[in-house]
Protein backbone atom coordinates (compact mmCIF):
# COMPACT_ATOMS: atom_id res chain seq x y z
CA UNK A 1 0.00 0.00 0.00
CA UNK A 2 1.04 3.43 -0.58
CA UNK A 3 0.37 6.58 1.75
CA UNK A 4 0.57 9.89 0.13
CA UNK A 5 0.50 12.50 2.34
CA UNK A 6 -0.35 16.42 0.79
CA UNK A 7 -1.65 19.82 2.43
CA UNK A 8 -4.69 20.59 0.43
CA UNK A 9 -4.56 23.26 -2.21
CA UNK A 10 -5.95 26.63 -1.55
CA UNK A 11 -6.22 29.45 -2.99
CA UNK A 12 -4.11 33.17 -1.97
CA UNK A 13 -4.86 36.30 -3.31
CA UNK A 14 -6.41 34.75 -6.68
CA UNK A 15 -3.84 32.02 -7.43
CA UNK A 16 -4.50 28.65 -6.38
CA UNK A 17 -1.36 27.34 -4.33
CA UNK A 18 -0.40 23.58 -3.75
CA UNK A 19 -1.21 22.29 -7.19
CA UNK A 20 1.36 19.68 -6.72
CA UNK A 21 -0.87 18.47 -3.99
CA UNK A 22 -3.72 17.57 -6.53
CA UNK A 23 -1.52 16.66 -9.01
CA UNK A 24 0.78 14.44 -6.76
CA UNK A 25 -1.66 13.94 -4.46
CA UNK A 26 -5.10 13.66 -4.91
CA UNK A 27 -5.42 12.81 -8.59
CA UNK A 28 -2.83 9.76 -7.77
CA UNK A 29 -4.44 8.62 -4.75
CA UNK A 30 -7.53 8.27 -6.73
CA UNK A 31 -6.37 6.62 -9.90
CA UNK A 32 -4.27 4.13 -8.20
CA UNK A 33 -6.34 1.11 -6.22
CA UNK A 34 -3.20 0.85 -3.99
CA UNK A 35 -3.58 4.14 -2.99
CA UNK A 36 -4.43 6.73 -0.35
CA UNK A 37 -4.10 10.22 0.38
CA UNK A 38 -3.77 11.38 4.23
CA UNK A 39 -4.60 8.21 5.84
CA UNK A 40 -5.19 9.16 10.04
CA UNK A 41 -3.20 6.01 10.79
CA UNK A 42 -2.14 2.03 9.63
CA UNK A 43 0.56 3.62 7.52
CA UNK A 44 3.50 2.71 9.30
CA UNK A 45 4.32 -0.07 6.91
CA UNK A 46 3.34 1.35 4.25
CA UNK A 47 5.75 3.26 1.35
CA UNK A 48 4.98 6.86 2.58
CA UNK A 49 5.48 9.85 0.04
CA UNK A 50 5.37 13.25 1.66
CA UNK A 51 4.48 15.57 -1.25
CA UNK A 52 6.02 19.02 -0.95
CA UNK A 53 5.97 18.85 2.77
CA UNK A 54 6.16 22.08 4.39
CA UNK A 55 9.32 21.52 6.42
CA UNK A 56 11.38 24.45 7.61
CA UNK A 57 15.23 23.93 7.49
CA UNK A 58 16.68 22.42 10.48
CA UNK A 59 13.10 21.47 11.51
CA UNK A 60 12.36 17.62 13.14
CA UNK A 61 9.78 15.49 11.40
CA UNK A 62 8.73 12.10 12.15
CA UNK A 63 9.37 9.85 9.00
CA UNK A 64 7.81 6.31 8.78
CA UNK A 65 10.69 3.66 7.82
CA UNK A 66 9.61 3.37 4.06
CA UNK A 67 9.08 7.00 3.08
CA UNK A 68 9.83 9.31 0.29
CA UNK A 69 9.73 12.88 0.16
CA UNK A 70 8.39 14.49 -3.14
CA UNK A 71 10.42 17.36 -3.88
CA UNK A 72 8.35 18.76 -6.69
CA UNK A 73 10.02 22.27 -7.51
CA UNK A 74 11.43 22.38 -3.27
CA UNK A 75 14.39 22.51 -3.61
CA UNK A 76 14.96 23.71 -0.01
CA UNK A 77 13.98 20.67 0.77
CA UNK A 78 17.14 19.63 0.03
CA UNK A 79 18.32 20.68 3.28
CA UNK A 80 15.88 18.01 5.16
CA UNK A 81 16.79 15.36 2.93
CA UNK A 82 20.24 16.19 4.15
CA UNK A 83 19.46 15.61 7.45
CA UNK A 84 17.23 12.33 7.03
CA UNK A 85 19.90 10.50 4.96
CA UNK A 86 17.80 7.19 5.06
CA UNK A 87 14.41 9.55 3.21
CA UNK A 88 14.30 8.68 -0.25
CA UNK A 89 13.93 11.33 -2.81
CA UNK A 90 11.08 11.38 -5.70
CA UNK A 91 12.53 13.76 -8.77
CA UNK A 92 10.03 15.20 -11.39
CA UNK A 93 12.13 15.24 -14.44
CA UNK A 94 16.24 14.03 -15.31
CA UNK A 95 17.22 17.46 -15.28
CA UNK A 96 15.99 17.74 -11.70
CA UNK A 97 17.75 14.45 -10.77
CA UNK A 98 20.91 16.02 -12.67
CA UNK A 99 21.24 18.57 -10.02
CA UNK A 100 19.90 16.95 -6.52
CA UNK A 101 22.89 14.55 -7.12
CA UNK A 102 24.84 17.40 -6.45
CA UNK A 103 23.57 18.18 -2.96
CA UNK A 104 22.22 15.20 -1.30
CA UNK A 105 23.56 11.41 -0.93
CA UNK A 106 19.37 10.50 -0.16
CA UNK A 107 17.84 7.55 -2.85
CA UNK A 108 16.50 9.50 -6.01
CA UNK A 109 13.97 7.67 -7.98
CA UNK A 110 12.63 10.31 -11.63
CA UNK A 111 8.78 10.37 -11.40
CA UNK A 112 7.91 12.77 -14.30
CA UNK A 113 4.53 14.51 -13.60
CA UNK A 114 1.56 12.84 -15.76
CA UNK A 115 0.24 15.11 -17.96
CA UNK A 116 -3.94 15.88 -17.57
CA UNK A 117 -5.29 14.13 -20.54
CA UNK A 118 -6.03 11.01 -18.67
CA UNK A 119 -9.13 10.33 -21.41
CA UNK A 120 -6.75 10.40 -24.48
CA UNK A 121 -9.37 12.87 -25.87
CA UNK A 122 -9.25 14.46 -29.16
CA UNK A 123 -8.70 18.13 -30.11
CA UNK A 124 -12.16 19.58 -30.23
CA UNK A 125 -11.39 21.32 -33.74
CA UNK A 126 -8.38 20.36 -35.53
CA UNK A 127 -8.14 23.13 -38.39
CA UNK A 128 -6.04 24.11 -41.22
CA UNK A 129 -6.60 27.94 -40.21
CA UNK A 130 -4.08 28.07 -36.42
CA UNK A 131 -5.83 31.29 -34.54
CA UNK A 132 -5.59 30.58 -31.08
CA UNK A 133 -2.88 30.72 -29.13
CA UNK A 134 -3.18 29.91 -24.91
CA UNK A 135 -0.66 30.12 -22.03
CA UNK A 136 -1.34 28.98 -18.66
CA UNK A 137 -0.24 29.98 -14.98
CA UNK A 138 -0.83 32.26 -12.54
CA UNK A 139 -2.51 35.78 -13.16
CA UNK A 140 1.03 37.27 -12.28
CA UNK A 141 2.84 35.13 -14.47
CA UNK A 142 0.82 36.74 -17.56
CA UNK A 143 2.19 40.43 -16.99
CA UNK A 144 5.90 38.79 -17.98
CA UNK A 145 3.94 38.03 -21.49
CA UNK A 146 5.70 40.79 -23.82
CA UNK A 147 4.01 43.97 -25.69
CA UNK A 148 5.23 42.72 -28.39
CA UNK A 149 3.90 39.48 -28.64
CA UNK A 150 0.55 40.68 -27.41
CA UNK A 151 0.11 43.28 -30.63
CA UNK A 152 1.91 41.37 -33.16
CA UNK A 153 -1.14 38.26 -32.34
CA UNK A 154 -3.82 40.94 -32.55
CA UNK A 155 -2.15 42.56 -35.43
CA UNK A 156 -2.25 39.05 -37.52
CA UNK A 157 -6.12 38.46 -35.94
CA UNK A 158 -5.16 36.07 -33.56
CA UNK A 159 -6.36 35.40 -30.08
CA UNK A 160 -4.23 35.10 -26.94
CA UNK A 161 -6.29 32.88 -24.33
CA UNK A 162 -5.06 32.96 -20.99
CA UNK A 163 -6.10 30.30 -18.70
CA UNK A 164 -5.59 30.14 -14.64
CA UNK A 165 -7.87 28.06 -13.26
CA UNK A 166 -6.16 24.89 -12.57
CA UNK A 167 -9.09 23.05 -11.07
CA UNK A 168 -10.70 21.31 -11.62
CA UNK A 169 -8.79 19.19 -14.39
CA UNK A 170 -11.21 18.55 -16.95
CA UNK A 171 -11.60 22.37 -17.12
CA UNK A 172 -7.83 22.86 -17.91
CA UNK A 173 -8.15 20.04 -20.12
CA UNK A 174 -10.68 21.62 -22.19
CA UNK A 175 -8.70 25.22 -22.52
CA UNK A 176 -6.33 22.82 -24.01
CA UNK A 177 -8.48 21.21 -26.95
CA UNK A 178 -9.60 24.48 -27.70
CA UNK A 179 -5.92 25.81 -28.32
CA UNK A 180 -3.66 25.78 -31.74
CA UNK A 181 -0.30 26.50 -30.66
CA UNK A 182 0.46 26.75 -26.57
CA UNK A 183 3.20 29.45 -25.27
CA UNK A 184 5.64 28.66 -22.52
CA UNK A 185 6.68 32.30 -21.76
CA UNK A 186 8.48 31.91 -18.20
CA UNK A 187 11.77 34.53 -18.55
CA UNK A 188 13.49 32.95 -15.26
CA UNK A 189 14.75 29.38 -14.63
CA UNK A 190 14.15 27.10 -11.63
CA UNK A 191 16.23 25.03 -9.91
CA UNK A 192 14.21 21.68 -10.14
CA UNK A 193 11.65 21.97 -12.99
CA UNK A 194 10.14 19.87 -15.31
CA UNK A 195 8.01 20.17 -19.11
CA UNK A 196 4.93 19.74 -17.37
CA UNK A 197 2.82 22.16 -19.43
CA UNK A 198 4.62 21.12 -22.42
CA UNK A 199 3.49 17.48 -22.25
CA UNK A 200 -0.06 18.50 -21.18
CA UNK A 201 -0.65 20.57 -24.50
CA UNK A 202 1.00 17.60 -26.37
CA UNK A 203 -1.29 15.19 -25.16
CA UNK A 204 -3.70 16.94 -27.22
CA UNK A 205 -1.35 17.04 -30.09
CA UNK A 206 -0.72 21.05 -29.65
CA UNK A 207 2.90 22.46 -30.31
CA UNK A 208 4.51 24.61 -27.70
CA UNK A 209 6.32 27.50 -28.57
CA UNK A 210 8.93 28.05 -25.84
CA UNK A 211 11.34 30.42 -24.37
CA UNK A 212 14.58 29.51 -22.98
CA UNK A 213 14.61 26.51 -25.28
CA UNK A 214 18.09 25.60 -23.62
CA UNK A 215 15.98 24.89 -20.54
CA UNK A 216 17.26 21.46 -19.37
CA UNK A 217 14.19 19.63 -18.69
CA UNK A 218 12.91 20.75 -22.08
CA UNK A 219 15.21 18.46 -23.80
CA UNK A 220 12.77 15.04 -22.94
CA UNK A 221 10.04 16.31 -24.59
CA UNK A 222 12.08 17.56 -27.86
CA UNK A 223 10.47 17.52 -31.14
CA UNK A 224 6.98 18.67 -29.26
CA UNK A 225 8.18 22.77 -28.81
CA UNK A 226 10.25 25.01 -30.81
CA UNK A 227 12.43 27.11 -29.22
CA UNK A 228 13.01 31.06 -29.18
CA UNK A 229 15.03 33.62 -27.33
CA UNK A 230 13.25 36.62 -28.89
CA UNK A 231 9.34 38.03 -28.95
CA UNK A 232 10.33 38.65 -32.72
CA UNK A 233 11.17 35.19 -33.06
CA UNK A 234 8.24 33.63 -31.24
CA UNK A 235 6.12 35.43 -33.93
CA UNK A 236 8.34 34.58 -36.59
CA UNK A 237 7.55 30.68 -35.42
CA UNK A 238 4.24 31.44 -35.04
CA UNK A 239 3.28 32.67 -39.19
CA UNK A 240 6.16 29.39 -40.16
CA UNK A 241 3.23 26.57 -38.19
CA UNK A 242 0.33 29.16 -39.61
CA UNK A 243 1.59 29.34 -43.00
CA UNK A 244 2.64 25.05 -42.91
CA UNK A 245 0.86 23.07 -42.38
CA UNK A 246 2.59 20.15 -42.78
CA UNK A 247 5.45 21.36 -40.17
CA UNK A 248 2.42 21.88 -37.66
CA UNK A 249 1.08 18.51 -38.40
CA UNK A 250 4.51 16.77 -37.99
CA UNK A 251 4.83 18.59 -34.76
CA UNK A 252 1.45 17.76 -33.60
CA UNK A 253 2.04 13.82 -34.18
CA UNK A 254 5.45 13.51 -32.31
CA UNK A 255 3.90 15.44 -29.47
CA UNK A 256 0.46 12.60 -29.19
CA UNK A 257 3.92 10.16 -29.30
CA UNK A 258 5.94 11.23 -26.79
CA UNK A 259 2.90 12.59 -24.48
CA UNK A 260 2.13 8.94 -23.81
CA UNK A 261 5.23 8.05 -21.75
CA UNK A 262 3.32 10.63 -19.13
CA UNK A 263 -0.09 8.90 -19.30
CA UNK A 264 -0.88 8.99 -15.50
CA UNK A 265 -1.66 5.10 -16.85
CA UNK A 266 2.44 4.69 -17.19
CA UNK A 267 3.18 7.18 -15.00
CA UNK A 268 1.83 5.15 -12.02
CA UNK A 269 3.36 1.97 -12.50
CA UNK A 270 6.58 3.58 -11.72
CA UNK A 271 5.19 4.01 -8.13
CA UNK A 272 4.91 0.45 -7.71
CA UNK A 273 8.99 0.22 -8.02
CA UNK A 274 9.27 1.73 -4.88
CA UNK A 275 10.25 -0.07 -2.30
Known amino acids: ?22 IRGEQLAAYMPNARLNPPSGYENDICIYVKPMI ?29 PEVGCISISDHSTEVL ?4 KNKIVTIPHHHLNFERAKRADVRNVVTRVGVTGSPAAFQFIPEVIRKGLAERGMQLLEWSHFYPRTSVAKFHQNIDIHLEWRPWKKQLSSP ?4 NAASFGVPTIALMFDEPSFKEVEGCYIGV ?6 LAKID ?9 NDIAKVCLKKAEKYHIDNISKLYLELT
Open 229 to 234: NTPEEC
Open 196 to 199: LKIT
Open 1 to 22: MISIFAKPAFEAKGHLMRVSSI
Open 240 to 248: ELRSNPTLY
Open 56 to 84: RRGQDYKFEKHSYIDIHDGFELRHTLRKY
Open 101 to 104: VQYI
